[in-house]
């Protein structure tokens, strides 16, 4: 559509795939829009687009004044551009013809700092500002996102009817919801995409362990990922590993995935997520060993040159003696259960951190809400999910998902394969360390005393630290040096 006969609802800047599709999205669900991009070829394809779609009632500018003057008042603008100075270039190009009351939603994967200062910005001019997370990809934009805005109440409020529409609909209802004030909704966007590291991590590792030691076939992985897809573990991420592993190669033969490099890219969300986490003292050994992963898989040529190398050296490979005699259906469903087990305690570590954020910041975060936002539409979507939003129904408070009563019986049940898994992987020279961060992430939590009474006498020998004891109250120092030379020249005297 061309000329706008009346105001556009809402107004959307940036027509990249996401920002088309998001777009179209809107249109599509009855809410006339109106939507702008610098590039003006961006703004006809995008139109064309809403014709072919459906003659939806998406209408294009081409300045952003004649833009943001279609929009019918208080008005909301979505911004969808690159991180960083774009949103602050597209902020300042828009807000001189916004007026008070209007409001700006940036729906990128921004920094949370940027948002709060961005609020404080926009504030001077009495605009209204949100930072939503917007996940899912191009196909949840266009069909239903996670969505997850944050900052002024208000503004939520102006646009609640139509995002409730646009994001994925869940048998509880539409994958949105209000996160909290200031940047908590890209913070939130954040940490489930350190979590999605996490889990492509655990898929890789069980795909590592299946097809090396189980010895299995792309025809016999894409089954038990199928197969697994109808259980616990049911997910968008590996119900998509279970269509990678069909797929055949159209440029030579065999199978596609066998043909992909093994180096993995990054966008930094990751890398945020694990600093948020060193900087708040939570552990994420799950979320970091992914992130490690990806540096370790850059160094491919040091990688090949480390394998000739060692070989050299004698280093003999452990994989093809134990396949020899392994159960296979045994193996299978081993993994199975070591990559559930593993996938609760990364689930757990990012909830941790999303807990002490919402505690140093006082933003009063729902977690079984966030559970729930998060079973439809994104990345991370996954049946258990669901489980996880009972289990904060059940103790808002509650200090680990681990701990929770029936997560804690899940465990329990599945510590001996998870250990078995983990084990026959060390012994065939196979890495895991997403799988092993979990392990010992669980071993460590669950223990009662921990070897760090020894770390702490050495800080106080070397530093004078002090420490604390656990049959008295206060802090001590001790002379260590002196009473370990006492006890010296106690010991030459019995000699």
């Known amino acids: 559509m061309e000329a706008s006969p009346a105001l556009s609802r809402i107004g959307l800047a940036g027509l990249a795939v996401m920002g088309q599709n ?7 669900k009855g809410f006339p829009i109106s939507v702008y991009n610098r590039t003006t070829s961006k703004v006809d394809e995008t139109v064309q687009r809403a014709q072919d779609e459906g003659q939806l009632p998406l209408f294009g500018h081409y300045t952003p004044r004649e833009f943001v003057l279609s929009i ?3 008005r909301s603008v979505v911004i969808l551009v690159k991180a960083g100075s774009p949103v602050d270039q597209t902020i300042a190009a828009l807000s001189d013809h916004m007026e008070p009351g209007d409001c700006i939603i940036d729906g990128g994967n921004e920094w949370y700092e940027n948002t709060e200062r961005r609020i404080q910005e926009v504030s001077n001019k009495g605009l209204l500002y949100l930072g939503m997370g917007v996940s899912g990809g191009e196909e949840g934009a266009r069909n239903g996102p996670s969505l997850m805005p944050g900052g002024s109440h208000q503004a939520y409020s102006n646009i609640q009817d139509i995002l409730e529409k ?5 048998e509880d209802g539409p994958c949105v919801t209000y996160i909290g004030e200031g940047g908590s909704g890209n913070f939130v966007k954040m940490v489930h995409n350190g979590i999605e590291y996490g889990d492509m991590q655990l898929i890789s590792e069980a795909y590592d362990v299946l097809k090396h030691v189980g010895g299995l076939s792309n025809d016999e992985l894409a089954e038990i990922f199928a197969e697994w897809n109808r259980g616990e573990l049911e997910s968008f991420l590996i119900e998509i590993t279970s269509d990678i592993f069909r797929v055949k190669d159209d440029l030579s033969d065999g199978f596609l995935v066998d043909k992909i490099l093994d180096k993995t890219g990054m966008k930094g969300t990751g890398k945020w997520t694990v600093q948020q986490a060193a900087e708040l003292s939570v552990a994420a050994p799950t979320i970091a060993a992914s992130l490690d992963c990806r540096y370790l898989s850059g160094l491919k040529e040091e990688r090949e040159n480390a394998a000739e190398v060692l070989n050299e050296a004698g280093l003999k490979e452990e994989v093809g003696s134990l396949a020899n005699g392994i159960d296979k259906k045994r ?4 993994v199975r259960q070591a990559l559930y087990a593993s996938k609760i305690c990364s689930y757990a570590q990012g909830m941790n951190l999303l ?3 919402s505690v140093e910041k006082g933003w009063n975060l729902n977690f079984g809400e966030l559970a729930r936002i998060w079973k439809g539409g994104c990345i991370i979507r996954a049946v258990f999910l669901d489980r996880i939003k009972k289990a904060y129904q059940r103790n808002p408070n509650l200090a680990s998902l681990v ?3 029936e997560f804690a019986r899940e465990m329990v049940q599945r510590q001996a394969a998870w250990r078995r898994v983990v084990g026959l992987a060390i ?3 196979i890495s895991t360390p997403g799988m092993c961060a979990s392990l010992a992430y669980f071993d460590t939590y669950r223990r009662a005393r921990l070897p760090a009474n020894l770390v702490q006498a050495q800080r106080d020998l070397f530093g004078a630290h002090t ?3 656990i049959d008295r109250p206060g802090s001590f120092h001790t002379e260590w040096k002196k009473y370990a030379q006492k006890s010296n020249a106690g010991v030459g005297a019995l000699n």
């Open 467 to 469: 420490y604390e004891r």
């Open 72 to 74: 019918k008042r208080p």
């Open 166 to 170: 646009v994001a994925a609909q869940v």
């Open 403 to 405: 701990v929770d009563p």
């Open 22 to 28: 998001l777009a179209l999205n809107v249109a599509e």
């Open 355 to 357: 807990r002490a954020k």
């Open 427 to 429: 012994s065939a020279g």
């Open 331 to 334: 193996l299978i469903d081993d």
